[in-house]
């Protein structure tokens, strides 16, 4: 296996590029050799403000629109629900255990963000995706020294991938 991108368009302010798709399997590639993950599945969701901001409520508890979520599948936290999956045969494979989880980025908040910032959508959205991948994996920004980390992480992949300010 590799690491493999599944996405959809659920929105439609805007229709998404296939070179923007095809930025974002290299991101997901560069980021996971840079995490050393070779192998998983990311599902990438383009949402809009709407639909975003009734997630952030539900699973979040956070009454706003926000740029990006994550539902990492592969976590083992206290609040995540056991799945428990049986297999008939020794040639099947459990079909979530190479899912790494759900990104799901609002157009519209993206869209607004990168004009404040001042840079590409595209590299508005090829940074959001990189943020969620790392929450994925584990990473979070509580503290200054986490949100460096990630940080660094972030602009290091996405210098790699050409997608400067």
Known sequence: MSLQLGWSNDQEKLEI??????KIEQL???????????DGEVSLTFTNDEEIHRLNREYRG?????DVLSFAMQEDGVDELDIIFEVDSEDEQDPISGMLGDIIISVDTALAQ???????????????FVHG?????????????????????Q???????????
């Open 28 to 38: 997901l590639q560069l980021a996971g050799e840079a995490e050393g993950i070779s």
């Open 62 to 66: 956070i009454d706003r629109p926000t």
């Open 17 to 22: 590029p296939e070179d923007w798709i095809t």
């Open 114 to 128: 990168s004009e404040e910032y001042g840079h590409s959508l595209e590299r508005e959205i090829g940074f959001l």
């Open 133 to 153: 991948f790392l929450h994925l994996i584990g990473y979070d920004h509580q503290d200054d020294e986490t949100e460096a980390e990630m940080t660094a992480k």
């Open 155 to 165: 602009e290091a992949i996405l210098q790699q991938a050409g997608l400067t300010r």
